[in-house]
């Protein structure tokens, strides 16, 4: 399984392929991060992002994309950002017919840490390890990208095999 992992943001927006199946090594296919001037029209930077996105997609043709579920915030500018660049990528991703999850920061850490409390350091270190890196990536938004793919391989595939039990279940299989 091929996963895109997206961490929104509108001033940086992570993204992170991880290839990969549950209870096997994971494999770092891509991870950068997408600026977008803090000065531009609001306009300009989601575009920006829509066509970061959309050139990941073509390029490195994910089986699913994984995107950081917006929280609230004690920032509402923040977190209006956050949710618009969060709403590009799901756009950008049902435009290719791809699946899309949304994973918690929690999720992900605890999927990818072992806590959900864990710090951007922790996370970082834990992607460095699972992927088998040299150093963490950075800044933090790709490392969290690529903890979004990797959450999402992990987890993905164990809620896929439940919908299939309770599909079959439903059956009488």
Known sequence: MRVLGIDPGLTRCG???????????????????????????IGARLLAIERAVEAWLREHQPDAVAVERVFSQHNVRTVMGTAQASAVAITCAARAGLPVALHTPSEMKAAVTGSGRADKAQVGAMVTRILRLDAPPKPADAADALGLAICHVWRGAATARIAAAVALAGAGR
Do not use: M
């Open 15 to 41: 993204l992170g392929v991880v290839e990969g199946a549950a209870g096997r090594p994971l494999r770092l296919v891509a991870v950068d991060v997408v600026r977008t001037p803090p000065g531009d029209d």
